[in-house]
T-cell receptor, first 113, second 112 residues
Framework: ELKVEQNPLFLSMQEGKNYTIYCNYSTTSDRLYWYRQDPGKSLESLFVLLSNGAVKQEGRLMASLDTKARLSTLHITAAVHDLSATYFC?????????????FGKGTKLSVKP | EAQVTQNPRYLITVTGKKLTVTCSQN?????MSWYRQDPGLGLRQIYY???????DKGDVPEGYKVSRKEKRNFPLILESPSPNQTSLYFC???????????FGAGTRLSVL
């Protein structure tokens, strides 16, 4: 059974700084997903990482996947206040049906001036 | 406008009174899914559907039912709600499989 662990769970950053959110998963997952949730809002899909070494970037966010290490990272470059949100990663439960997703608990990011 | 619509947005009910939360998408997506979000527990998948008439359990299906009789609709049914089903519920859809999902606005349910 797939388990997904994110860290840190809370992250307070200053504007302009760089930081990385880590997403570890316990068993084989053939793809890894990242989502964003603004405070009090719904979720938005950010990235789908399909294979080892995959890297996707949008704006100040860059996600990567290392299937051998069972690790995905979400790197934030030169943070701005607008990036304050909760970020979730999720893995597809490889041993189960293709539609079953397992989420991490989320990383609440707060970017301060 | 492409969207996933959930109704109602807020619901307060009492233990044991059957309820249905509707979810509808207008994007002709094959995949639909229900999640619940609880503080400290993150998101957990309840049920999902890869296509019409195909549904499968997620991690926390107990106490819930779903049906997918047509592509656009995926209602979540609580036959006998209990207080531990008090939560924030999200419906989502995607073209095929759980890849880029589009989420509804959420339904906040309180069971007293």
């Amino acid at each position: 059974e797939l388990k997904v662990e994110q860290n840190p769970l809370f992250l307070s950053m200053q504007e302009g700084k760089n930081y990385t959110i880590y997403c570890n998963y316990s068993t084989t997952s053939d793809r890894l997903y990242w989502y964003r949730q603004d405070p009090g809002k719904s979720l938005e899909s950010l990235f789908v990482l399909l294979s080892n070494g995959a890297v996707k970037q949008e704006g100040r966010l860059m996600a990567s996947l290392d299937t051998k290490a069972r690790l995905s990272t979400l790197h934030i470059t030169a943070a701005v206040h607008d990036l304050s949100a909760t970020y979730f990663c999720a893995g597809r439960n490889y041993g189960g049906s293709q539609g079953n997703l397992i989420f991490g608990k989320g990383t609440k990011l707060s970017v301060k001036p | 406008e492409a969207q996933v619509t959930q109704n109602p947005r807020y619901l307060i009910t009492v233990t044991g009174k059957k309820l249905t939360v509707t979810c509808s998408q207008n994007m002709n997506h094959e995949y639909m899914s229900w999640y619940r979000q609880d503080p400290g527990l993150g998101l957990r998948q309840i049920y999902y559907s890869m296509n019409v008439e195909v549904t499968d359990k997620g991690d926390v299906p107990e106490g819930y039912k779903v049906s997918r009789k047509e592509k656009r609709n995926f209602p979540l049914i609580l036959e006998s709600p209990s207080p531990n089903q008090t939560s924030l519920y999200f419906c989502a859809s995607s073209p095929g499989g759980p890849d880029i999902q589009y989420f509804g606005a959420g339904t906040r349910l309180s069971v007293l």
